[in-house]
């Protein structure tokens, strides 16, 4: 069964960093497809930026040069790290898996608040 569990998020100030993380179980990261997702209150859920079985990766305009999307296969885990941040980051951050070997997938984490202060 295909467990996905984030951590990492808090409240951090402008121009801050954190990094999020998510622990997969159940599936091998380095096969999948992985994204991180954000939403906002009161706004649609938003595709932030995503990593594919080959290592490459694609990130929303809005984060480009800020964020980066990373695994580590070792520990079957994905990150986020997240530098010069901004109010409008705000949001619960969730990971997806959205691809396996087998074809597409929808498996979601529970989320994590990040929050920014000004």
């Known amino acids: 069964q295909v467990q996905l569990v984030e951590s990492g998020g808090g409240l951090v100030q402008v121009g801050g960093s954190l990094r999020l993380s998510c622990a997969a179980s159940?599936?091998?990261?380095?096969?999948?497809?992985m994204n991180w997702y954000r939403q906002a209150p009161g706004e649609q859920r938003e595709l932030v930026a995503l990593?594919?079985?080959?290592?490459?990766?694609t990130y929303a305009d809005s984060v480009k040069g800020r964020f980066t999307i990373s695994r580590d296969n070792a520990k079957n885990t994905l990150y986020l790290q997240m530098n010069s941040l901004k109010p409008e980051d705000t949001a619960v951050y969730y990971c997806?898996?959205?691809?396996?070997?087998?074809?597409?997938?929808?498996?979601w984490g529970q989320g994590t608040q990040v929050t920014v202060s000004s």
């Open positions: 997806k898996l959205g691809r396996t070997t087998s074809g597409p997938a929808n498996y």
């Open positions: 159940g599936l091998i990261l380095q096969f999948s497809v």
């Open positions: 990593i594919d079985s080959d290592g490459r990766t």
